[in-house]
Nanobody, 116 residues
């Protein structure tokens, strides 16, 4: 059973930083491209970043490029999202999943709230 657990969200003022973690286990993690997604209230879920299975290739949505950094540590079965210079528009629930996503893998996510 695939289980992905997000953590690290919280309340932060504009301009601040947060580091999100997504923990998994086993060989599943190493074999998959992983992504971070977010969903703001009343909006569709969107891909904000993804990282290749080996960690050497990354993609970022234009809205977060230059501010967010995705990385992974396969030995620790964890993918990270370092978020700097946060803006109120970054507010939402952040999820990890494979990229492309698989419906069965969506978890509870972690809430990020950025105040003005």
């Amino acid at each position: 059973q695939v289980h992905l657990v997000e953590s690290g969200g919280g309340l932060v003022q504009a301009g601040g930083s947060l580091r999100l973690s997504c923990a998994a286990s086993g060989s599943f993690f190493r074999a998959n491209v992983m992504g971070w997604y977010r969903q703001a209230p009343g909006k569709q879920r969107e891909l904000v970043a993804r990282v290749s299975s080996g960690g050497g290739s990354t993609y970022y949505a234009d809205s977060v490029k230059g501010r967010f950094t995705i990385s992974r540590d396969n030995a620790k079965h964890t993918v990270y999202l370092q978020m700097n210079s946060l803006k109120p528009e970054d507010t939402g629930v952040y999820y990890c999943n494979t990229a492309p996503s698989l419906q069965a893998y969506w978890g509870q996510g972690t809430q990020v709230t950025v105040s003005s």
